[in-house]
Each structure stands twice: as C-alpha cells, then as structure tokens.
C-alpha cells in the first residue's frame, strides 16, 4: 500500500526538523536535509506499520491544505 503525506522541514540553528502533517507525532531530527529525509520516512514507515487497516483507512482520510497568509503590523 502507498501513501504520500506532507512534510514540513524547518532549518534550526543546528540540523534539520521534520514534521509528517497528516500523522501525530511523526517527527524527526537530522544533521542534514539528506538525513531528515531518511529519518522522516523511516518514522512514516513504522508508524504505518503499527496501525491496522482501520488505522491506515483513517488516515487515507485525512486531507490537509496548505496555503499562506499575509500578516501586515
């Protein structure tokens, strides 16, 4: 089975920080882009793997949208 999911990755100050949107907790660290790429997926993967088919049909389900939004101060 596939999924695709959104990815936000943050540069820190040290590293890479990367958030999967459509899945709780799914988060990682990396020294580089590159490595909190692997790591991202890798905790896709077996966050996916913990779930049953109720679990993977949830969050088939999920949509999230993304957009931008101009904040003037």
């Not at 999967?20 to 490595?35: F, I, K, Q, R, S």
């Not at 890798?42 to 389900?61: F, S």
């Amino acid at each position: 089975m596939n999924f695709k999911f959104n990815v936000v990755v943050e540069k820190g100050t040290v590293g890479f920080y990367a958030q999967c949107l459509e899945l709780d907790g799914v988060n990682c660290y990396g020294n580089t882009l590159e490595e909190v790429m692997k790591n991202i997926h890798q905790a896709a993967k077996v966050y996916l793997i913990m779930q049953n088919d109720e679990g993977h049909q949830k969050v088939k389900e999920r949509k999230i949208l993304t957009t931008t939004i101009e904040v003037k101060i």
